[in-house]
């Protein structure tokens, strides 16, 4: 499908697509002998997840990490970030710049609360 298509399948603008590819979250798209880029639905995918992602408050290095670790198949992990950390309850604090997340069953990413 061509850009336009998996803008309207994420809901997100043309621009934005092309602005995570550039920032490597979103593989590179093929092209097709006219010079379109072609995407697949396994992009789909990873658009809806680095959207669930940036809600979540994982800045775009984060989420790039967590996307290496995914596709390395990591059972769990635990992003640090450089400010120092804050503790609420015994838990990291989101404000703090400590998001914690893993892996579930299925293979998809839970904040850690």
């Known amino acids: 499908m061509q850009i336009g298509e998996l803008a309207k399948r994420t809901t997100l603008t043309v621009d934005a697509i092309r602005f995570y590819e550039k920032r490597q979250l979103l593989p590179k798209a093929i092209r097709s002998s006219g010079g379109f880029r072609l995407y697949t639905t396994?992009?789909?995918?990873?658009?809806?997840?680095?959207?669930?992602?940036?809600?979540?408050?994982?800045?775009?290095?984060?989420?790039?990490?967590?996307?290496?670790?995914?596709?390395?198949?990591?059972?769990?992990?635990?992003?640090?970030?450089?400010?120092s950390q804050k503790q609420t309850r015994g838990r990291p604090c989101q404000a703090a710049g400590t998001p914690e997340t893993r892996i579930r069953a299925d293979g998809r990413f839970a904040k850690v609360q």
């Open 42 to 83: 396994g992009d789909i995918e990873q658009l809806h997840f680095i959207r669930q992602m940036h809600e979540l408050g994982f800045s775009l290095r984060e989420i790039r990490e967590l996307i290496d670790l995914h596709t390395r198949k990591v059972a769990s992990v635990r992003i640090s970030t450089r400010t």
